[in-house]
Nanobody, 126 residues
Framework: QVQLVESGGGLVESGGSLRLSCAAA?????????IGWFRQAPGKEREGVSC????????YYANSVKGRFTISRDRSKNTVYLQMNSLKPEDTAVYYC??????????????????WGQGTQVTVSS
């Protein structure tokens, strides 16, 4: 059973920054898995924001966050981060990290991921 835990959400003013963390439960290594970050705003569908692959840690970003968000992997801490800069009110959502041991490529499709964290709220005030 894969257990993921997100942290780092909060309330920030427009233009501010937050760093989200996605950690795995003890005994499970994230090193060899694709990790995706998704978000879901009230009344909207869940959307893929960013993902990082295992082969070379190449990052992928949705157009809406490109240039503002950075995904990274710290193998020494078994954690994947999402650094979010220049935040906008439209970034307000619950953010989730996800993975699936069978996934071998970057994907923004939530149906490609079987294991999800509980989510962390990000609120950007105008």
């Amino acid at each position: 059973q894969v257990q993921l835990v997100e942290s780092g959400g909060g309330l920030v003013e427009s233009g501010g920054s937050l760093r989200l963390s996605c950690a795995a439960a003890t005994g499970f290594s994230l090193d060899y898995y694709v990790i995706g970050w998704f978000r879901q705003a009230p009344g909207k569908e869940r959307e893929g924001v960013s993902c990082i692959v295992t082969s070379d840690d190449s990052p992928y970003y949705a157009n809406s966050v490109k240039g503002r968000f950075t995904i990274s992997r710290d193998r020494s801490k078994n954690t994947v981060y999402l650094q979010m800069n220049s935040l906008k009110p439209e970034d307000t959502a619950v953010y989730y990290c996800a993975t699936d041991p069978r996934l071998r490529y970057g994907s923004f499709e939530s149906s490609d991921y079987d294991y999800w964290g509980q989510g962390t709220q990000v609120t950007v005030s105008s």
